[in-house]
């Protein structure tokens, strides 16, 4: 990995994923001085490969709420060189998919009742 001290190499970190077959981010933020790089992606699948790509430790999920509509953000991140460099994915979730974190799975074989 060579050192991120220019938006050359930063921008060739990612073309190095793409051409390793992961899918394009949708989003892309470097900001001045290349010290955080940003990646959005459009889903679960690409935010695994490209965290396991850049070899993110940190990882984080918030669930909030946006103007009605529940949204899940996870966020995977990674410090090389000195730049911090995040993958996140934000998500739309149904109380529904609230609802089963909050019921315990019934031991197989029992009676839910």
Do not use: K, N
């Not at 850049?54 to 966020?75: F, K, M």
């Not at 998500?91 to 799975?105: A, G, I, K, M, P």
């Amino acid at each position: 990995m060579t050192e991120l001290a220019t938006r050359a190499q930063a921008f060739g970190l990612i073309a190095d994923g793409v051409s390793a077959g992961l899918s394009a981010p949708w989003r892309l933020y470097l900001a001045r001085g290349c010290r955080y790089l940003s990646l959005s992606v459009g889903d679960r699948g690409e935010w695994d490969a490209w965290r396991t790509h850049l070899g993110c430790p940190e990882l984080s999920v918030r669930v909030y709420d946006s103007g009605g509509e529940i949204r899940r953000a996870s966020v995977a991140e990674v410090i090389l060189d000195g730049c911090r460099i995040s993958v996140e994915l934000v998500e739309e979730v149904s109380t529904d998919d609230l609802e089963r974190l909050l019921v315990v799975d019934p031991l197989p074989g029992t009676d839910e009742r």
